[in-house]
């Protein structure tokens, strides 16, 4: 299986940057792991928020095959555990997934578009972070939930 993390945007703060690049490196040790950046849409103040959706969702659609199976991380998604994480991920695995895709939005959230293409909502949390930290809060729990279901001690901690 491989797993993809798509965000809309780049991470600009340094220190998110080293550490999704830390964790997409151990990760590396499990899985077949990319993430990708899609570049913020350009001239966003011209455009409404619908509009703005709407062009990210273009962009989106590029990066997704049919047979993809695609989570979208939102407010409004399914909540789980580290250890219940760990077993959907082995669920996914177990049945023959050759590709999962989740995904970040930009600031206004998913076009409709984007949410009847999805398989599936997962949330982090009921507290909202901002989009550049949530890629390094999912990555981290990306490898923590392969910890645990190699029974490693990382998950612990």
Same mark, same amino acid.
């Given at each position: 299986?491989?797993?993809? /993390?798509?965000?809309?945007g780049k ?8 550490? !999704?690049d830390?964790?997409? #490196?151990?990760?590396?040790?499990? !899985?077949n ?9 350009? #001239?966003?103040?011209? /455009? *409404?928020?619908?509009q ?7 962009l989106?659609?590029?990066?997704i095959?049919n ?12 909540k789980?555990s580290?250890?219940? $994480?760990?077993n959907?991920?082995n669920?996914?695995?177990v049945? *023959?997934?050759?590709? /999962? ?5 930009g ?5 409709d578009t984007?949410?009847k293409r999805?398989n599936?909502?997962i949330? /982090?949390?009921d507290?909202t972070?901002?989009?550049?930290m !949530?890629r ?5 729990q990306?490898?923590?939930? $392969?910890? !645990?279901?190699?029974?490693?001690p990382?998950h612990?901690a």
């Open positions: 299986m491989k797993i993809t /993390l798509i965000a809309i991470t600009e703060d340094k220190y998110l940057i080293e550490g !999704i830390k964790y997409i #490196n151990r990760l590396k040790h499990y !899985i792991f990319s993430f990708l950046a899609i570049p913020d849409v350009k #001239n966003v103040k011209n /455009l *409404s928020e619908a703005q959706k709407a062009k990210e969702a273009e989106l659609h590029k990066q095959n047979g993809d199976v695609v989570i979208l991380l939102d407010e409004k998604g399914k789980y580290s250890v219940e $994480f760990s959907y991920l669920k996914q695995m049945g *023959s997934v050759q590709h /999962l895709i989740f995904i970040i939005g600031p206004y959230g998913f076009d984007i949410y999805a599936g909502l949330s /982090l949390s507290m972070f901002s989009h550049q !949530i390094l809060f999912f990555v981290e990306l490898y923590r939930g $392969f910890s !645990i279901l190699k029974g490693e990382y612990h």
